[in-house]
């Protein structure tokens, strides 16, 4: 085939676990690749304003599906899709973590803003090694400057019944990563990663039978399955391998740039 658009996922995937960084080997490797003229998108559930240029370690996408799909961005003309949670959508979240006393964050333009929990949030990015940019939004005030792109909090799967039964009417996607710990991305109904590559390779006037996705989490599966070959790493989920085409390497130490070496060997 010949591959037009590589999405690759940020934590787990390029950047292995316990990595503060993109290991150079993987930035090399994609900077390579894109000397062939493939287009490279980050692909995260992280809002753009949580992956901070440290942890590129001086690698440039061509583009960008951030916050699980949800905010979209060309790398040289700007943002060109956002999909927003509505104020019904929100409030909802905020009054069941509330009820529960749950760790709960919202993705904006400028931050990640912690409207519960931001002490619990900023010692699990200590413990783990992360930076989202994390901000106390504790007052609970940044909707009123814009509504979130979505959210990320910390539920058990023990309560996502209560949860479906209070507020199911919403439609709302909630995504355990890794699927048994409360860590979960909650978005919109169809705003995901699968939706992301779709509406990217329509911009790029790109065909899908000329995409390849790399992952390793549950909230890949949409893109593994929308691009023409989906590649979960062998350190992903079950879920993840399942769904996906082809079954990679490890993340660690360098899976990514395995995954180049044998796509495109023209380019090393």
Not at 108 to 116: L, Q, R, S, T, V
Request: aromatic share 8%; charged share 20%; with cysteine.
């Amino acid at each position: 085939m010949t591959c037009k658009l590589l999405l690759l996922d940020i934590d787990g995937t390029l950047r292995p676990a316990g990595c503060s960084t993109i290991p150079a080997e993987n930035v090399a490797a994609i900077k390579a690749v894109q000397k062939l003229g493939v287009k490279v998108a980050i692909a995260t559930g992280r809002s753009r304003a949580g992956v901070l240029p440290e942890m590129l370690a001086g690698l440039r996408p061509d583009a960008w599906i951030c916050a699980g799909g949800a905010q979209l961005a060309d790398a040289k003309t700007g943002e060109f899709s956002v999909h927003r949670l509505t104020p019904e959508e929100m409030y909802a979240l905020v009054d069941f973590f509330e009820d529960y006393d749950l760790p709960l964050r919202f993705s904006f333009h400028d931050a990640n803003y912690a409207y519960i929990g931001y002490d619990e949030f900023k010692r699990l990015e200590k413990e783990l090694k992360l930076d989202n940019h994390i901000v106390d939004g504790e007052d609970q005030e940044q909707h009123l400057v814009e509504m979130p792109f979505g959210a990320f909090g910390m539920m058990p799967q023990s309560l996502e019944p209560a949860f479906t039964e209070k507020y199911g009417y919403l439609d709302l996607d909630i995504v355990h990563c890794p699927p048994d710990s409360p860590a979960c991305d909650i978005l919109q109904d169809g705003v995901n990663k699968g939706t992301g590559l779709l509406e990217l390779a329509e911009h790029f006037g790109i065909g899908l039978s000329e995409t390849v996705a790399v992952g390793d989490g549950d909230n890949d599966i949409p893109m593994l399955q929308a691009a023409c070959i989906g590649i979960a790493m062998g350190s992903g989920s079950e879920n993840a391998k399942a769904a996906a085409a082809v079954v990679g390497p490890e993340a660690a130490p360098h899976g990514v740039a395995d995954i180049c070496r044998q796509l495109w060997p023209e380019a090393f």
